[in-house]
């Protein structure tokens, strides 16, 4: 089955440090990759879409410089919250899929706590 | 600009009751309708989905209805169970521009 693996699951950062985090898609050829942040009060924001082949397209209030995003094939990518601070904790998550109108697979998400 | 919004924000239902979820939108280029399911700890998991071009999609005890043209769905639970307390979110994309769109999702709570 499609599965979509992230790692860590969580981590603490000191506030201003840098954290990386990955994420794996198994199963499937995942055409487009989805980088949300959900918010204690469950919200979605989404950060940043990658699509095959198209450059990570970022949404308004995130940024390449704050949250580089590499995705070198099919089944990997990975994110950088740099220099973190309180604002951005919350749980990453990585959506992944293949063409349109079709199921995103998540992953249980990172849980980033910043200190 | 909320582009996809839940109501209510939370709810609680007694086991056995039927729980309704409801959902709007506001960009009428929106014609793919995922609804998630997320526990506590853990990403969420698609449960159902419909497209634009139908007006309900039944799976088990879980029934979307759709009305294009108020641009808005609802999703039915039948026979509540208590291991349906999560919280559910309503998302919507266009095939056209496929960036799943979330609502602030509704937290369910069944009780036995």
């Known amino acids: 089955g499609a599965l979509v693996y992230q790692y860590p699951r969580r981590t603490i950062c000191k506030s201003g440090t840098s954290m990386r985090m990955e994420c794996q898609a198994v199963?499937?050829?995942?055409?487009?990759v989805a980088w949300y942040r959900q918010s204690p009060q469950k919200t979605f924001e989404l950060i940043a879409l990658s699509t095959v082949n198209s450059a990570i397209k970022y949404e308004q209030n995130f940024t390449q410089e704050k949250f580089p995003i590499s995705h070198p094939n099919l089944s990997f990518s990975s994110m950088t919250v740099l220099n973190a601070y309180l604002e951005d904790r919350g749980l990453y998550l990585c959506?992944?899929?293949?063409?349109?109108?079709?199921?995103?697979?998540f992953g249980k998400g990172t849980r980033l706590t910043v200190v | 600009q909320q582009q996809v919004r839940q109501s209510p924000q939370s709810l609680t239902v007694w086991e056995g009751e039927t729980a309704i979820l409801n959902c709007s939108y506001e960009?009428?280029?929106?014609?793919?309708f995922p609804w998630y399911q997320q526990f506590p700890g853990e990403g969420p998991a698609l449960l159902i989905s419909?497209?634009?071009?139908?007006d309900k999609k039944e799976d088990g005890r879980f029934t979307i209805f759709f009305n294009k043209r108020e641009k808005k769905l609802s999703l039915h639970i039948a026979d509540s169970q208590p291991g349906d307390s999560a919280t559910y979110f309503c998302a919507a994309t266009s095939g056209g521009n496929y960036k799943p769109t979330f609502g602030k999702g509704t937290s369910l709570v069944v009780h036995p």
């Open positions: 959506g992944a899929w293949t063409g349109s109108n079709t199921e995103v697979f």
């Open positions: 199963g499937f050829q995942a055409t487009s």
């Open positions: 960009n009428s280029a929106f014609d793919y």
């Open positions: 419909i497209l634009s071009v139908s």
